[in-house]
């Protein structure tokens, strides 16, 4: 299967070490910066492989090698008009979160894919982490009972070094704040298992301490699912002095699960009600990782492939993608306005928060 790679910054490597692990015929790499294309490849000794082709234009890279499937892994604030191109052009399309910046491009993009029978995926690779296939498994068995209250805990830390990298980081126009960038990834997992439909958001967010950006370091919600159940998000890159936790708590009336370690890998409590010696080997499970972005890209991009061969839904499709953007900008929506939003979320952006702070 032919696939290229539109961005080489910071999450990149990820991608690339994804595509080799399926055995992905990688075509092309693109970057505005040619120096960003080399370094990737050489860390994976691609960079003397003929076959793979540099291109600072993904509109070129996509008329001339015509993949199968593209990765985008750019700044946010362009992920939706690359997957728009790509998708008008029939290839299948990962994007890295956030799927777009605002509802409007996000709709577009699930509308567009179904009329082109296209696949896209958003890159929310947690939901392959072990911990998490294993609550998954037991929230979909009904060991849980009835859902209590669930809770998404990102305690990181990011200072000026990080956002220095990168110009485009903590804008709202290319990036948004901490629950845009860093806390998406558990909002998505607090939304899918919590029971997906969701009535109202209250939120509120600061920047207590990143002065030189224009968007948030914290924020904090309450949600309230339509099955009754209520949720709550905390996500910051305040935490002094490293990333300290990516915890999701769910409690139901017959079960409590806590995934902790940095990027929801480990499993820190397990208890039910009808217990098996099968729940042993959950307590205390542990996911080796290498950084923050744990394995699951490479789970993420094989389920892809199949997905494209098997002509069905990827397991994290656009809809999902939809979804956590969705929380996210009503979060915003609710620190600007001052009032609890209903959704769903007919459109707003992040551009809309200018000024905010």
Same mark, same amino acid.
Not at 42 to 51: P, Q, V, Y
Not at 187 to 203: A, N, Q, S, V
């Given at each position: 299967m032919?696939?290229?790679?539109?961005?080489?910054g910071r999450?990149?490597?990820?991608?690339?070490?994804?595509a080799?692990?399926?055995?992905?015929?990688?075509v092309?790499?693109c970057d505005?910066?040619p120096?960003?294309m080399?370094?990737?490849?050489s860390?994976?000794d691609l960079?003397?492989d003929?076959?793979?082709?540099?291109y600072?234009?993904?509109?070129e890279?996509i008329?001339e @090698?015509k993949p199968?499937?593209v990765?985008?892994?750019?700044?946010?604030g362009i992920? /939706? +008009?690359i997957a728009?191109h $790509?998708?008008?052009?029939?290839?299948?399309?990962?994007?890295?979160k956030?799927?777009?910046?605002?509802?409007e491009d996000a709709?577009?993009?699930i509308?567009?894919?179904q009329?082109?029978?296209?696949k896209v995926?958003?890159?929310?690779q947690?939901?392959f982490?072990?911990?998490?296939q294993?609550l998954?498994?037991a929230l979909?068995a009904g060991?849980?009972?009835?859902?209590s209250?669930?809770?998404?805990?990102?305690?990181?830390?990011?200072?000026?070094d990080y956002?220095?990298?990168?110009?485009?980081?903590g804008?709202w126009?290319?990036?948004g704040g901490?629950l845009m960038n860093?806390?998406?990834?558990g909002i998505?997992?607090l939304?899918?298992?919590?029971?997906?439909e969701?009535? @109202?958001?209250?939120g509120?967010?600061?920047q207590q301490?990143h002065h030189?950006?224009? /968007? +948030?370091?914290v924020?904090? $919600?309450?949600?309230?699912f339509?099955?009754?159940?209520i949720?709550t998000?905390?996500?910051t890159t305040?935490v002094y002095p490293k990333?300290?936790?990516?915890?999701l708590?769910?409690?139901g009336?017959?079960g409590?699960?806590?995934?902790?370690?940095?990027?929801t890998?480990?499993?820190d409590v397990?208890?039910?009600?009808?217990?098996?010696?099968e729940?042993?080997?959950?307590k205390?499970?542990e996911?080796?990782t290498?950084?923050v972005y744990?394995n699951?890209?490479?789970?993420?991009f094989?389920?892809?492939m199949?997905?494209?061969?098997s002509?069905r839904r990827?397991y994290?499709?656009?809809v999902?993608?939809?979804n956590?953007?969705?929380?996210?900008l009503a979060?915003y929506?609710s620190?600007?306005?001052?009032q609890p939003?209903?959704l769903p979320?007919?459109?707003?952006?992040?551009?809309?928060?200018?000024?905010?702070?």
């Amino acid at each position: 299967m032919k696939y290229a790679l539109i961005g080489c910054g910071r999450i990149a490597v990820n991608h690339i070490k994804a595509a080799v692990n399926n055995n992905l015929e990688i075509v092309a790499v693109c970057d505005i910066l040619p120096e960003k294309m080399e370094e990737i490849l050489s860390k994976f000794d691609l960079a003397s492989d003929e076959g793979i082709h540099r291109y600072t234009n993904y509109k070129e890279l996509i008329q001339e @090698e015509k993949p199968e499937l593209v990765s985008i892994a750019t700044e946010s604030g362009i992920h /939706a +008009e690359i997957a728009i191109h $790509a998708i008008d052009s029939g290839v299948n399309v990962i994007i890295e979160k956030p799927m777009a910046m605002n509802m409007e491009d996000a709709d577009r993009i699930i509308k567009l894919s179904q009329e082109k029978n296209v696949k896209v995926s958003a890159c929310h690779q947690n939901r392959f982490n072990i911990a998490v296939q294993e609550l998954r498994r037991a929230l979909e068995a009904g060991r849980f009972g009835k859902l209590s209250h669930g809770s998404i805990n990102v305690r990181w830390n990011r200072n000026k070094d990080y956002y220095d990298q990168a110009g485009w980081r903590g804008t709202w126009e290319q990036d948004g704040g901490a629950l845009m960038n860093q806390c998406i990834h558990g909002i998505d997992l607090l939304r899918w298992m919590m029971g997906d439909e969701i009535e @109202e958001i209250y939120g509120a967010t600061r920047q207590q301490f990143h002065h030189y950006l224009e /968007a +948030e370091d914290v924020g904090m $919600a309450v949600i309230k699912f339509k099955n009754g159940a209520i949720g709550t998000v905390e996500g910051t890159t305040n935490v002094y002095p490293k990333n300290l936790e990516e915890t999701l708590y769910v409690f139901g009336e017959n079960g409590t699960v806590k995934i902790g370690g940095t990027s929801t890998n480990n499993i820190d409590v397990w208890d039910f009600a009808d217990e098996t010696s099968e729940d042993e080997k959950n307590k205390g499970l542990e996911e080796a990782t290498s950084n923050v972005y744990g394995n699951g890209h490479t789970s993420l991009f094989a389920d892809m492939m199949d997905a494209i061969d098997s002509d069905r839904r990827p397991y994290v499709d656009a809809v999902a993608g939809r979804n956590a953007l969705e929380v996210v900008l009503a979060i915003y929506k609710s620190q600007k306005t001052g009032q609890p939003v209903k959704l769903p979320l007919d459109d707003f952006a992040s551009t809309d928060m200018k000024g905010e702070f």
